[in-house]
């Protein structure tokens, strides 16, 4: 076999020790108690900015209510709700029981309720249907004797 020559570049070199260890742990080290350090700085100054806060913020209203504001409200009743009652009917009944004007324009009137019952029993309910029209006239009715089409009697 033959030797061949290795092609190499007199500028080129390459690093002969491995990467310090040491030097690589310390700094690792010192990165994780910097930043460990800067947490508990930061976690400090935030209680401090919240005390801070705290004492220019206004005492909170006391909210506790009083028995009279927790009592439930009593019912919205009437004073006098038999006599509001029977006043409602009568005012009922006498319109009920009375002649008056509707619509004094269109001519309406209301009459007493017994009357009423009286006119439409005697003369039925008015209907509002349209009125339906007469059934078409018969034709002229054909005389004995008289001839139909094609001549036969």
Do not use: C
Request: hydrophobic letters at 45%; a negative charge; glycine letters at 4%.
């Amino acid at each position: 076999m033959t030797d061949h020559p290795v092609n190499t570049n007199p500028d080129v070199g390459f690093e002969k020790e491995d990467v310090n260890a040491t030097s690589l742990i310390k700094f690792l080290l010192w990165l994780v108690v910097a930043t460990v350090a800067i947490v508990f700085l930061l976690w400090r100054l935030y209680f401090v900015f919240v005390a801070q806060e705290a004492a220019r913020q206004p005492p909170p209203p006391i909210m506790k209510p009083t028995a009279a504001q927790m009592a439930p409200l009593p019912p919205l009743l009437q004073e006098h709700a038999n006599r509001d009652l029977a006043a409602f009917r009568a005012e009922e009944d006498a319109l009920l029981h009375s002649y008056g004007w509707v619509d004094k324009e269109l001519g309406r009137v209301h009459i007493p309720i017994d009357e009423a019952m009286r006119i439409v029993a005697a003369q039925g309910l008015p209907s509002f249907l349209p009125p339906t029209p007469p059934p078409p006239a018969p034709s002229a009715a054909k005389a004995p004797g008289a001839k139909t089409a094609g001549g036969a009697k």
